[in-house]
């Protein structure tokens, strides 16, 4: 410890890296069953001639004076009785108690809470107003990007307008935690501009070098700090770095950025010794988000596909469910959280997004997210939200059901297909393109699953009975082997076994490639996912464009 604290003040003061070497050795090898002489003979020759570290340090200070010989054997002896006193009380625990953190430092916020209440997430016009001043101007004097002006122009024309996009959704849940108080933290490979650049949270004089502006942190004088950090080339420590982050303070939104989602890989021994068992294994909780872009825009295997498929393997609610012995109340989806592992969600409007950030701070526990992030949808025309979805009243939205013409006469509907992410607007460009041919825009619904796990059991089952006579979809842009499909088909035809339905897939067939890579066998898998999901022929839908 003096070492590392030696260490530590040198790197802090001289801004210096510095080394330990630190040599070790175990006495017994891998364990005290191993044999080490089998493969490591000359080394453990010279560690057995080595006296044990505890002999050294006890004739040391015997030798120093610093302690007798009575003096040490009374503190070994004291030492062995407390390990057997707790060896014996052991013997007597007859069962563990469920507990959400191993130590103190989180009680307080624990008891503050009722873990039943998920408190709404909505802000009033005025926070969003002070919060759209600021992140649509910079101050005086500051030169700024041209095109950048353009951006802070759009951002203003966009809240007049009445329709926000992701840019926005992200601002505000940022924005309007900070003025609550909250941290806000976000690191990642180019997260100040975002890698698709529809962020830029720290803005650069053109200029004066080094000179920057950050409008989140510039709200007002009593608001928590705004850290947005561009990361290294390594996945694996910054990940490992905000997941302790996450757990030093529960009143912090501590998020980080994959710069496509693909790249999680190699952080991929963190996200399973740590934030999927996290609170199982270890007794620690956590509110880390992880936002992961993905989506199969024709980028090629290592551009598309954040594996949620994986994610969702790591889940730890059971795919069956008794809808007669499971009460579908107002505590529901707030027990469904408190029992979950992580929350993995593929949110299709700003809104959305703006409304998770904020839920994952106000829920009375902390639990991941995995967040599936858009890139086309970042600036697509249709995934804008209006202000009204973000007022005081609103929350998270765990399915957004079909809303146009189907949902008015739900008796005509054949087909109820089931969405997550950004295949929803393909499949809406498809139905509009086919609509006068085939009359699609009324016989079939599309309803969008924001919150793939914990599975939204009771909204589910709500969709379903509102369309009584519709066949059940599944469209995923994803293979069949991957996807949400292998997670949420078991718990579907559990949910409707009773009712003697069940659902069907549409997409790509299993593949060992996340993605191909020619951009013209893509588009013509699109169009084949779209035309059996609206149970069409792949021809139907010549001309189309997504």
């Avoid at 009243?393 to 008015?408: D, H, K, L, M, V």
């Avoid at 509907?413 to 460009?429: H, Q, S």
């Amino acid at each position: 410890m003096h070492v590392c604290n030696v260490a530590a003040d040198w790197r802090k003061t001289f801004k210096k890296d510095v080394i330990i070497d630190l040599v070790c050795y175990r006495r017994h090898g891998h364990n005290e069953l191993d044999e080490p002489m089998f493969t490591q003979p000359l080394m453990y020759q010279r560690v057995k001639e080595n006296k044990p570290i505890l002999d050294l340090y006890r004739k040391k200070i015997i030798a120093e004076g610093v302690a007798n010989e009575q003096y040490v054997k009374d503190e070994l002896t004291k030492y062995g009785q407390i390990l057997e006193a707790a060896y014996e009380d052991a013997q007597k625990v007859s069962f563990v108690r469920h507990r959400d953190w191993l130590d103190s430092p989180w009680d307080d916020f624990f008891k503050k809470r009722d873990p039943l209440n998920l408190p709404l997430t909505g802000i009033k016009d005025e926070v969003v107003d002070s919060i759209m001043n600021k992140f649509s101007t910079v101050p005086e004097g500051f030169n700024l990007h041209r095109g950048l002006e353009r951006t802070l122009k759009g951002r203003r024309q966009m809240v007049q307008d009445n329709s926000v996009d992701w840019s926005i959704g992200e601002a505000l849940a940022f924005g309007s935690l900070l003025k609550e108080g909250i941290h806000v933290r976000l690191s990642g490979q180019d997260v100040e501009r975002g890698t698709f650049s529809h962020r830029h949270h720290v803005l650069h004089d053109q200029k004066i070098d080094q000179k920057i502006y950050n409008p989140l942190n510039d709200l007002s004088e009593s608001q928590a700090e705004y850290t947005v950090c561009n990361s290294s080339l390594s996945e694996y420590a910054v990940l490992g770095f905000e997941l302790g982050y996450s757990m030093v303070d529960p009143n912090s939104l501590v998020i980080w950025e994959a710069q496509f989602g693909d790249f999680s890989n190699t952080a991929q021994c963190i996200i399973d010794q740590f934030i999927s068992s996290g609170q199982s294994k270890w007794i620690r909780q956590s509110g880390l988000v992880m936002l992961l872009p993905h989506g199969y825009e024709g980028m090629g295997p290592e551009h598309s596909s954040a594996r949620p498929e994986r994610f969702l393997q790591m889940c730890n609610e059971d795919d069956e469910i008794d809808v007669e012995k499971v009460a579908f109340g107002p505590t529901f989806e707030a027990q469904q959280l408190h029992d979950t592992n992580w929350i993995v969600a593929n949110c299709t409007t700003p809104a959305n997004i703006f409304h998770l950030f904020r839920r994952q701070v106000t829920i009375p526990f902390r639990k991941p997210a995995i967040v599936m992030t858009p890139k086309s949808l970042l600036r697509h025309p249709l995934a804008r939200s209006g202000l009204e979805d973000f007022h005081p009243g609103t929350s998270f939205q765990r399915i957004i059901p079909e809303a146009g013409a189907p949902a008015q006469n739900p008796s005509k509907v054949e087909r109820l297909i089931f969405c997550t992410g950004k295949v929803y607007y393909d499949l809406l460009a498809a139905r509009k393109h086919l609509s006068g041919k085939f009359g699609l825009d009324e016989s079939v619904a599309i309803a969008r699953v924001e919150q793939i796990a914990p599975f939204p059991y009771d909204l589910i089952q709500e969709e379903c009975a509102r369309y009584p006579a519709a066949d059940l979809v599944w469209a995923q842009e994803e293979h069949k082997n991957m996807g949400a499909w292998g997670f949420i088909q078991p718990r579907f035809n559990s949910l409707l076994s009773k009712q003697q339905r069940s659902i069907k897939y549409a997409g790509r067939l299993p593949s060992a490639s996340p993605a191909t890579g020619n951009k013209f066998t893509h588009l013509q898998e699109q169009k084949e996912l779209l035309a059996k999901s609206l149970n069409v022929r792949k021809a139907d839908l010549e001309g189309f464009k997504a």
